[in-house]
C-alpha cells in the first residue's frame, strides 16, 4: 500500500501528519519572494519538513487511511505499519524512499532520516492556480544616461526676438501689482473679521453648556441606572478527542468516565461510532498543538493506547 498519497492529501489541510514509528512531516507557510539575481518571483507556499523525533501515533493518518478504503481502524493500523517496516528497511540498505508529490528520505552516516521536499507541489490552498515567473528588471538608468547623451549632442539655435515697449510693460505690470495688493489687504480684513465673529460665538456656546451642566449637577443627584447588557461569547469548537478506550457496553464506558473524573481528569463521552462502540475521552480541545501535547503526556504518563480523535 503506497501511504504516502494519504500523507500528500493530508497536507493541503493540516500542518502536521505524523507516520506512525517514521515521524512527522510538518507545513509551514512561507510567503510570497522574489530572488533579484534571477528576477524570478514565486507565489506563497507551505514549506514541508521532516521530524523524525514526532514519530507517536495521534491517529490523524490511520482514521483517514480507514474512511478511504472502508476498513476497519485496526487493519489501517497495520497496513500502515507493514509499509513504515518496508521503508525502515530500504533504507538500513542504503536506499532512498521516493514519496511522490512529497520528496525523498533516507539514512544519515548517524543512522538519523533525512529530508529533501519536492518542489513540484504547492500545498497552501490559497495559491491554487498560482506559479512562478520571471519579470525583466527595470533598466531607469540606462536610460537617462541616453537621454543625456542626445542632449549634449543636440545643438540649441538661438532666434533673435524683436524688442518690445518696456515703459509701457512696467506700467501695467505696477497697476496689476496695486490691485493685487489692495485685494490682499481686503481679504485679509475680511478674514480677521470672520475670526472675531467666530470666537464671539464659541464664547457664547461655551457659556450655555457651562450652564447646562451646573444646572444638570446641581438639580438631578440621583444615579442613573443603565440597562443590563448581555454578551454572547462564542468558544471555538472542540473537535481534537483524546480517545480513553471504546466499549460495547455503555456501562462500562460509564464507569470509565466515573474512574478518570475521580483521578482529575474531564473525562466525557464522545458518542457511538460506526462500529457501535461507546467512546470515552480523557479531554478534547480546540487546538490542535494543544491535543498533541496532551496526547503525549496521556502517552507518557497513563497508557499507550491512547489516540487522537479528529471530528
Not at 48 to 60: A, E, R, V
Not at 140 to 160: D, Q
Not at 169 to 186: D, H, N, P, Q
Not at 240 to 265: C, M, P, S, W
Request: one cysteine or more; glycine letters at 4%; aromatic letters at 10%.
Amino acid at each position: 500500500m503506497h501511504i504516502e498519497k494519504y500523507i500528500s492529501d493530508l497536507l493541503y489541510r493540516y500542518q502536521c501528519v505524523t507516520v506512525p514509528g517514521l515521524g512527522s512531516f510538518l507545513a509551514r507557510h512561507q510567503s510570497a519572494k522574489v530572488y533579484h539575481t534571477t528576477n524570478v518571483f514565486y507565489p506563497p507556499t507551505k514549506v514541508i519538513s521532516f521530524n523524525g523525533q514526532l514519530s507517536d501515533d495521534d491517529g490523524l493518518l490511520t482514521k483517514h487511511v480507514a474512511q478511504v478504503n472502508q476498513i476497519a481502524y485496526e487493519e489501517a493500523s497495520a497496513r500502515i505499519k507493514k509499509e513504515v517496516q518496508s521503508w525502515v528497511s530500504k533504507m538500513e540498505n542504503g536506499e532512498t524512499i521516493a514519496m511522490d508529490q512529497i520528496g525523498e528520505i533516507w539514512y544519515s552516516n548517524e543512522n538519523k532520516i533525512l529530508f529533501q521536499p519536492s518542489d513540484h507541489v504547492n500545498y497552501l490552498t490559497s495559491s491554487f492556480g498560482l506559479s512562478s515567473f520571471v519579470s525583466p528588471a527595470v533598466s531607469r538608468e540606462t536610460l537617462k544616461a541616453e537621454v543625456e547623451k542626445l542632449e549634449e549632442k543636440t545643438p540649441v539655435a538661438f532666434t533673435p526676438e524683436r524688442r518690445t515697449n518696456i515703459p509701457s510693460l512696467l506700467k501695467y505690470a505696477a497697476v496689476f501689482m496695486l490691485a493685487l495688493s489692495a485685494g490682499t489687504v481686503g481679504y485679509k480684513l475680511v478674514e480677521q473679521d470672520y475670526n472675531r465673529r467666530m470666537e464671539f460665538a464659541q464664547q457664547e456656546a461655551q457659556q450655555e453648556v457651562e450652564k447646562t451642566i451646573q444646572q444638570a449637577t446641581f438639580f438631578d443627584t440621583s444615579p442613573i441606572e443603565l440597562p443590563a447588557v448581555t454578551l454572547e461569547l462564542h468558544k471555538a469548537p472542540l473537535k481534537y478527542h483524546i480517545v480513553a478506550g471504546a466499549f460495547r457496553i455503555e456501562a462500562n464506558a460509564q464507569k470509565r468516565i466515573d474512574e478518570l473524573t475521580d483521578r482529575g481528569f474531564d473525562a466525557h463521552l464522545l458518542g457511538v461510532n460506526k462500529y457501535g462502540l461507546h467512546q470515552v475521552a480523557y479531554s478534547s480541545f480546540a487546538d490542535v498543538d494543544e491535543a498533541l501535547s496532551y496526547l503525549r503526556k496521556i502517552k507518557r504518563e497513563e497508557s499507550q493506547d491512547a489516540w487522537l480523535l479528529v471530528d
